[in-house]
């Protein structure tokens, strides 16, 4: 989880850098929207950065040289930051489609669900849609093991939730393939498909 929510938040950087450049978007948002989005979205990435690090440092922790009650602690540490960070890595992939893509006129991008289980259920989803653009597959939410409950996708509680999710449209679909941003995925996976 450590390793892909890193990834996550590395890419997350770059996609900032295209989303409130002055190029790719200029026509899409007023300055001032630019800026609170442009706000909103760096307030995500602190959120989840502070987390990982915190992730990382316990897992740092020379382990063998603590008594076992000490183990127990950090391990219940452990578990309560994963779930943390997999909501907030969750929370950033629903601002993205929802508060930056989703209010941009074209319409046109998307990115794909966010997915705890990482890259084979991704690579599972990329797969499971078929040449005509219908989406096939069900909803990625299901509950691992050796996690608490998570958060829905519906949760009232995100710190950037719309009323209502945008739907995705057929425009996405280019020569019969999905076109999806997906941070979960390392780029030579994508690279391969």
């Known amino acids: ?33 630019r800026e609170i989005k442009k706000n909103l979205f760096e307030d995500q990435q602190q959120q989840l950065d502070g987390n990982v690090e915190k992730l990382s440092q316990f897992l740092e922790e020379p382990f063998d040289e603590f008594s076992d009650d000490k183990v127990t602690e950090i391990r219940i540490q452990i578990i309560n930051l994963s779930v943390v960070v997999d909501s907030l890595c969750k929370k950033m992939y629903e601002c993205i489609e929802n508060e930056l893509l989703g209010s ?68 996405t679909f280019i020569n019969s393939k999905v076109t999806l941003l997906d941070l979960n995925l390392p780029p030579d996976f994508i690279d391969q498909n």
């Open 1 to 33: 989880r450590l390793f892909r929510s890193r990834r996550i938040l590395s890419y997350s950087y770059a996609f900032a850098y295209y989303m409130f450049g002055e190029e790719l978007f200029k026509d899409e948002m007023s300055p001032k929207e």
């Open 104 to 171: 941009l006129q074209c319409g046109i991008h998307n990115i794909a669900p966010y997915s705890s289980k990482g890259i084979e259920q991704a690579a599972e989803f990329h797969a499971s849609w078929n040449s005509n653009g219908a989406d096939k597959s069900q909803p990625l939410d299901s509950v691992t093991s050796g996690e608490t409950s998570k958060p829905s996708r519906d949760s009232e509680d995100t710190i950037c939730s719309s009323s209502q999710k945008r739907p995705r449209r057929e425009e």
